[in-house]
């Protein structure tokens, strides 16, 4: 696992998730992408399931496919 591969997809999943459109509707769905190793993904989940006032939903039975809530009101309170 390098650093490099895994700030690639955490640059990928934020891009995502700070997308207009994801802003909006306060929801982003991830995807493992095959060049994403196994460790890489499950350490950015980890990481991303600790951040307060974030939910993940599992949409698939592999664990590639996930669909990410946040509730801002809930951050700033």
């Given amino acids: 696992m390098s650093e490099k591969t895994y700030q690639a997809l955490v640059g990928r999943v934020q891009r995502k998730i700070n997308s207009p459109r994801a802003q909006s509707e306060h929801c982003a769905e991830i995807q493992r992408q095959p060049e994403d190793s196994a460790e890489d993904w499950e350490r ?34």
């Avoid at 993940?56 to 951050?75: H, K, T």
């Fill in 44 to 77: 950015m989940l980890s990481e991303l399931g600790t951040v307060e006032n974030v939910t993940m939903i599992s949409l698939d039975d592999d664990g590639e496919l996930f669909r990410v809530r946040w509730n801002p009101e809930e951050s700033m309170s």
